[in-house]
T-cell receptor
Framework: GQNIDQPTEMTATEGAIVQINCTYQ??????LFWYQQHAGEAPTFLSY??LDGLEEKGRFSSFLSRSKGYSYLLLKELQMKDSASYLCAVMDSNYQLIWGAGTKLIIKP | ETGVTQTPRHLVMGMTNKKSLKCEQH?????MYWYKQSAKKPLELMFV???????ENNSVPSRFSPECPNSSHLFLHLHTLQPEDSALYLC??????????????FGAGSRLTVL
């Protein structure tokens, strides 16, 4: 079966760095997505990785290793507004999106 | 108005009621989706429409009935629901469902409570 694993909840301190991991087993691979979802709001697109390596976008970076079935989202200089759920999703060979259950990130002052 | 708009934001209904959720996108996208989001569970894809034709129906119970009258509007008709159908229902749109870089734009969701 197809599966995405990510931690249920993480806590970090304002100003610090946090890494949210995502491992996957899917039928084929056509890219990996990260979305951010604040409570009561729409998920919003953060990043898309299809090749191995690190993609940086300001304070957020996303890493992919296809051979290991592994990705992480790195958030630097954490701010209180980064408190949200972070959803990892993989597109399989049939262009179906397989979703993880999300990681709730709590930022403490 | 831009983006993806969903109404109503909150809905409480009894098991014998009939109601509808509405979704509207102003992005010129070709595909629209209904997802179910339950606490601590992955998003569940319910229906996909591409160019107003249904292309995906993931074994969703018949008490959920989608309708896509045009490429900008999507409805989810609800009847004789069960309490376990209580969840957040998210609508999304995208440009091309058969593309690897298929970025979804979501609405804020309709929170459904079935009594």
């Amino acid at each position: 079966g197809q599966n995405i694993d990510q931690p249920t909840e993480m806590t970090a301190t304002e100003g610090a760095i946090v890494q949210i991991n995502c491992t996957y087993q899917t039928s084929g691979f056509n890219g990996l997505f990260w979305y951010q979802q604040h409570a009561g709001e729409a998920p919003t697109f953060l990043s898309y990785n299809v090749l191995d390596g690190l993609e940086e976008k300001g304070r957020f970076s996303s890493f992919l290793s296809r051979s290991k079935g592994y990705s992480y989202l790195l958030l630097k200089e954490l701010q209180m507004k980064d408190s949200a759920s972070y959803l990892c999703a993989v597109m399989d060979s049939n262009y179906q999106l397989i979703w993880g259950a999300g990681t709730k990130l709590i930022i403490k002052p | 108005e831009t983006g993806v708009t969903q109404t109503p934001r909150h809905l409480v209904m009894g098991m014998t009621n009939k109601k509808s959720l509405k979704c509207e996108q102003h992005l010129g996208h070709n595909a629209m989706y209904w997802y179910k989001q339950s606490a601590k569970k992955p998003l569940e894809l319910m229906f996909v429409y591409s160019l107003e034709e249904r292309v995906e129906n993931n074994s969703v119970p018949s008490r959920f009935s989608p309708e896509c009258p045009n490429s900008s509007h999507l409805f989810l008709h609800l009847h004789t629901l069960q309490p376990e159908d209580s969840a957040l229902y998210l609508c999304a749109s995208s440009q091309d469902p058969n593309s690897g870089a298929n970025v979804l734009t979501f609405g804020a969701g309709s929170r459904l409570t079935v009594l």
